[in-house]
């Protein structure tokens, strides 16, 4: 049996404090005009000899089109859900996501406020330093004239015997914009055919099992109990890309268990009227 083990790599390359902003960038498909920036933040605080760190590399549209507006709103929502739990409960608008560095700024700004809260309130009763970290990452998967797909992910650890991670990816359409969730992607009429084809995706691409025995003995749920992810889909033109979370459907040992099923086999499941 495969199992995937996944780690915040990406936070490696954040070595710098502070935001920077690099000039505008194409995306590795130029003939889709489709522009991008970036920016790389870390920052951190220090209470007593606990730490709390932040990091966060995103590629984001820079473009002034709907599409790119969508996209920029999206991952301020996701920033901000993602630091709910830890303070940040802010609701962005599109004036203030259109300028995704002051959003991450603010963000980070929270997620240090609260640490520095946890570790001021535990320092009379826990004798031990603690350690919080946060990564944030975010890039562009794939780039058509029809549709650009991207992914946020994020890593927290605040005690315990693991961190977490999570992927969440999103498909905007081009020009207008619209995310698209599992219900515009796949016709009503073709749900239990596609998910006949992930639960078959899984067993061979991510656990390498070939009986549904053992596809049930690694899982946390019955096999024919899953169903689409909480995530939405992620679509480039090698296919579908599915992604579960942790414990969404497997045991935490497992990762995130996740398939590609191809677009030959997707598309007569997709809605008649999306233009992919």
């Known amino acids: 049996m495969k199992r995937y083990f996944l780690f915040p790599v990406l936070a490696i390359a954040m070595a ?41 590399r995103l590629v984001y549209p820079s473009g002034s089109d709907a599409a790119a507006d969508s996209m920029r709103l999206w991952l301020a929502d996701v920033m901000a859900s993602a630091s709910t739990n830890y303070g940040a ?34 320092a009379g009763v826990n004798t031990r330093e603690m350690f919080y970290s946060f990564d944030y990452n975010a890039d562009t998967l794939a780039v058509t004239p029809s549709y650009v797909t991207i992914q946020f992910s994020g890593y927290t650890f605040t005690g ?16 207008e914009g619209h995310q698209l969730t599992w219900a515009d992607l796949v016709a009503p009429d073709r749900k239990a055919e596609l998910l006949g084809m992930i639960r078959r995706a899984l067993m061979e691409q991510y656990f390498d099992v070939s009986i549904d025995e053992a596809f049930a003995e690694v899982l946390l749920v019955k096999p024919d109990e ?51």
């Open 160 to 175: 315990g015997a693991h961190g977490s991670f999570y992927i969440l990816p999103a498909v905007f359409t081009r020009p």
């Open 89 to 122: 409960p802010q609701v962005f608008s599109l004036e203030q996501a259109n300028q995704l560095p002051a959003v991450a700024r603010t963000v980070t700004d929270s997620l240090l406020k609260v640490a520095q809260r946890d570790f001021a309130e535990l």
């Open 16 to 56: 710098t404090t502070g935001c920077g902003q690099r000039g505008a960038s194409t995306s590795a498909d130029p003939t889709a005009g489709f522009a991008v920036d970036s920016l790389q933040l870390a920052d951190s605080t220090v209470f007593e000899g606990s730490t709390a760190a932040v990091s966060m």
């Open 226 to 276: 899953i169903t689409l992810p909480v995530a939405g889909p992620a679509l480039s033109p090698e296919g579908l890309h599915v992604i579960y979370q942790q414990y969404e459907i497997a045991p935490y040992a497992c990762g995130m268990p996740s398939c590609i099923i191809p677009m030959e086999d997707l598309r007569p499941l997709l809605n008649p009227s999306l233009r992919l």
